[in-house]
């Protein structure tokens, strides 16, 4: 893979950092439209006290004077709702998407160990102790591993599976391999594939970057879809018949053991205009989707087609809207995986996107369907913004964070969680800083941080024998 590709790649990922900030759920807004205090000021929702003993719901440590702390409590707010269910849990109507003290005891939910109520949190922990996922479960996205070759890129993928990582997600840049119409050159991926393979480590790749002659905007202010989706699918096919179960690549390789990829990720975040720039369009992108996905399964019929992953933000189309226009455009039927990128600022907050996701999805008869959460993290430094937490909160997060995801997975029917990333990032060329450069499990140096100790204790805990 060339160094241009690994500027690339990376690119991708930090302008997809660039428009994540998280809007409340679809749960949140009705709890707020229905809370007295949505309709006061913020002083007086700041006062509410709901068992009357003159310290407000923010800050009482028994918010509804039953005796049982809130940290011990399974309805801090005595409204009826069972705390991992109530979109408000310490009743002071800010939802807990925006709550920085989500059970009301007075210290700030990164540093709590109680945090979201023990009826959520400890039923978590409890039910994630008695699970165990297979090792693919726990995903890593690291860019470095593309512009190295040799041993040195060898040495980065078996310190992902060191550190628990069982699948990689990777950009399959299209402008890369197919330098010409019809002309492939696949000599970098297939050194990434056999490396990965050689460290016992599953490559999810995102089918993405159409090049200049294939692009409906070569131009374009970020990554337009290509012009013709049967040209996209053409690519998707030879990928397939390369890197797929009895592909070429392991045919030329007897010396390696083969991992074929078997699931393949259409397209990156299509509802933000940084990787769809003439506006998001669910539609559109549910085309691009029909005709790709059928490809892939005319190259292996058991393959596994994700959509690409689809964050919630205030840049683009709220994730549950992309969604619903997905359905609404004939999406069912064009895809076996949903991928959704639940960055969030408290574990909480991920499960409720994730959950309203699959309420979709069973909504239009699509119970059978998976989820793979192929992006998530937390910054450690940078300019200010909602997912820049510091060193030890990022530990913490990721502990909390991929404990409720363990615990949730059946219910969810969720594949995989995939942390964005294993190293942090230098500022590209022409860009500025900014928090998704800094959300890597080492620093630039390649220092590690506390959060790759917490990754990898959560996947030795909870993958199977």
């Given at each position: ?119 959520a949190g400890q039923a978590a922990i409890a039910l994630a102790a008695t699970t165990r996922v297979p090792a693919s479960f726990f995903g890593l996205v690291a860019n470095e591993a593309l512009g190295r070759t040799g041993a040195a890129q060898q040495d980065v993928l078996n310190q992902l599976r060191a550190a628990g990582a069982g699948t990689l997600r990777q950009n399959l840049d299209w402008s890369t391999v197919e330098q010409a119409p019809g002309v492939y050159v696949w000599s970098g991926f297939d050194a990434l594939v056999l490396a990965a393979a050689r460290a ?266």
């Amino acid at each position: 893979m060339s160094a241009a590709s690994a500027t690339r790649g990376l690119r991708a990922g930090v302008l997809l950092a660039l428009a994540l900030l998280a809007v409340p759920s679809a749960a949140d807004a009705a709890k707020a439209a229905a809370c007295p205090a949505a309709r006061v000021s913020p002083a007086k929702a700041r006062s509410l006290d709901a068992d009357h003993d003159g310290i407000p719901n923010w800050r009482d440590a028994d918010v509804d004077g039953d005796g049982l702390p809130n940290g011990r409590d399974p309805d801090v707010d005595g409204d009826g709702i069972p705390n991992d269910r109530d979109p408000d849990i310490d009743g002071d109507c800010v939802v807990n998407g925006r709550d920085t003290d989500t059970d009301g005891d007075g210290i700030a939910d990164p540093r709590d160990a109680t945090a979201y109520g023990t009826a959520a949190g400890q039923a978590a922990i409890a039910l994630a102790a008695t699970t165990r996922v297979p090792a693919s479960f726990f995903g890593l996205v690291a860019n470095e591993a593309l512009g190295r070759t040799g041993a040195a890129q060898q040495d980065v993928l078996n310190q992902l599976r060191a550190a628990g990582a069982g699948t990689l997600r990777q950009n399959l840049d299209w402008s890369t391999v197919e330098q010409a119409p019809g002309v492939y050159v696949w000599s970098g991926f297939d050194a990434l594939v056999l490396a990965a393979a050689r460290a016992g480590v599953q490559v999810l790749p995102i089918l993405f970057n159409p090049p200049a002659f294939a692009s409906s905007d070569p131009a374009a202010d970020g990554t337009a879809p290509p012009r013709d989706n049967a040209t996209f699918a053409a690519f998707a096919a030879a990928a397939v018949r390369r890197y797929g179960p009895g592909g070429a690549l392991w045919a030329a390789h007897p010396e390696v053991a083969a991992l074929p990829i078997t699931a393949w990720q259409v397209w990156n975040e299509p509802n933000i205009r940084a990787y769809w720039p003439s506006g998001p369009n669910p539609a559109a992108y549910t085309a691009m989707l029909r005709v790709v996905g059928a490809a892939i399964h005319g190259a292996d019929p058991a393959a596994e087609v994700v959509t690409a992953g689809l964050p919630d933000t205030y840049s683009g189309m709220p994730v549950l809207d992309f969604l619903r226009g997905m359905y609404a455009a004939g999406a069912r039927g064009s895809f076996d995986t949903l991928a959704i990128h639940p960055y969030a600022r408290s574990a909480e907050q991920a499960i409720e996107t994730l959950r309203a996701a699959r309420a979709i999805l069973d909504a239009n008869g699509d119970t059978n369907v998976s989820i793979r959460a192929t992006e998530f993290g937390w910054a450690t430094q940078g300019p200010k913004a909602p997912y820049q937490v510091g060193t030890r909160l990022q530990g913490l997060l990721m502990t909390r964070t991929l404990t409720a995801l363990v615990a949730a997975h059946d219910e969810l029917h969720l594949r995989d969680v995939v942390y964005y990333a294993w190293q942090d990032a230098g500022i590209y060329a022409g860009g500025t800083d900014f928090w998704g450069l800094h959300t890597g499990l080492h620093d630039l140096r390649g220092r590690a941080k506390p959060a790759l100790a917490a990754f990898t204790r959560a996947a030795q805990a909870y993958t199977a024998p």
